[in-house]
């Protein structure tokens, strides 16, 4: 910050070192003041999604929090199973997008300044909430073998009826 001619330049001056503190002092305010705007920019942000079909629809907060759920019409029609599945994959497809625009709202606020600490921050978010990739559609299944014209068609297997009553067999 000063070096030892600086500190001994000042001693010298005192009225040049109060004017020194209080620009210190101002450009400390005017950060705080930077970061407090950010920090509420952030915590207003709302993230939403939607399922493809739009059966769900998720809001969320910066702090990767639910702040709304709404369901579509087609939401009735799913099974129990099918819908949790639904609600939690969009869940996380809002959420993917928290770390994005925490970061967009400290570049705007706080311009280049303290790269570190945002790096870290921004990494966190990005842990907690990783990006979603693209799910790739399943393989189709495997087409059946081509019928061979090379080998006679066999008969139908003959199949063996046991009585039902044959209680030698009979775990029970």
């Known amino acids: 910050m000063t070096g030892a001619n600086e500190l001994g330049e000042l001693m010298l001056d005192p009225d040049e070192a109060q004017r020194k503190m209080e620009r210190w002092a101002a450009g400390l305010e005017e950060k705080a003041q930077r970061y407090a705007a950010a920090q509420e ?3 207003q942000l709302r ?7 739009g059966a769900v629809k ?8 639910v702040t709304d759920i709404e369901f579509g019409t087609k939401a009735r029609t799913y ?8 609600i939690l994959q969009t869940m996380h497809q809002a959420q993917a997008g928290i770390a994005g625009q925490v970061a967009e709202v400290m570049q705007e606020s706080l311009g280049d300044e303290d790269q570190e600490t945002r790096s870290l921050m921004i990494g966190t978010l990005r842990s907690r909430f990783p990006e979603i990739e693209e799910e790739e559609p399943p393989p189709p299944p495997p087409a059946p073998p081509a019928a061979s014209t090379d080998a006679p068609p066999q008969a139908p297997r003959e199949r063996r009826h046991e009585a039902p009553d044959d209680e030698e067999n009979s775990p029970w």
């Open 41 to 43: 920019r952030t915590e």
């Open 47 to 53: 993230l939403t999604a939607s399922s493809s079909d």
């Open 58 to 65: 998720i809001t969320v907060g910066a702090d990767g929090g």
């Open 79 to 86: 099974p129990l199973e099918e819908l949790s599945r639904a």
